[in-house]
C-alpha cells in the first residue's frame, strides 16, 4: 500500500503552526508544505531527522569504502571488525 503524504499550504503552516507540529510529533510522518503548488519545505520530527542523518552518513561511508576497495586501499577484515568493535565499546583496550 503506498501512503499519501500529508501536503498542506504555507499559508496553513502560518495560521496553526502548532496544530501542524501536534500533527506531526503524533503521527511521526513528514509534512510537505508547497506555496504557490509547489513543495517548497519538508518538515519532519527530531526523531525522524537524527535517522535520516544516520542513513546517509551510512551510506556515505559505504560508498567511500566502495572507492576505496576499488582504488586498491583499506585495511583488511581483521582490523577492521577491531576497529568496529573499539568504536562500539567492545574492546576496552
Known sequence: MVKVPYIIPVTDLRQDAAG???RLRD???PI???QR???AAVVLSPE???LAVQHRDLLEALA???REIEAGQGSDLATVMA???KLLG???S
Do not use: Q
Request: proline residues 0%.
Open 20 to 22: 501542524v507540529i501536534r
Open 27 to 29: 503521527s511521526r510522518e
Open 32 to 34: 510537505f508544505v508547497t
Open 37 to 39: 503548488g509547489r513543495t
Open 48 to 50: 525522524a531527522y537524527e
Open 64 to 66: 567511500r569504502g566502495e
Open 83 to 85: 576497529k568496529a568493535a
Open 90 to 92: 567492545g574492546d576496552k
